[in-house]
């Protein structure tokens, strides 16, 4: 009866072995597509901070532009702009 339960014990150290070893396997697998997904998001958020940067230099041209064109316009438009930033500040 002894021999029994020593291979039953003997079968149940391989399959912890053998639950331990997959268990590792799995944690390199979330390891590694963790340091994927990091490197795909930091690339995305490169890829978004340049667009913005982009459109931000886009905006700030037409707005020189602008003022080139019509500077009187926008020194007008600065003063009421002022105005009423002061006006709803000043409550």
Known sequence: MSTATEKELEQLKAEFAAVRDELANIGKTVGR???SASEDGQQRLRSAAGKT??????GWSALENEVEERPMTSIAAALGIGFILGRLLDR
């Open 53 to 58: 940067r982009q459109h931000a230099q886009d």
């Open 33 to 35: 597509l963790s340091s």
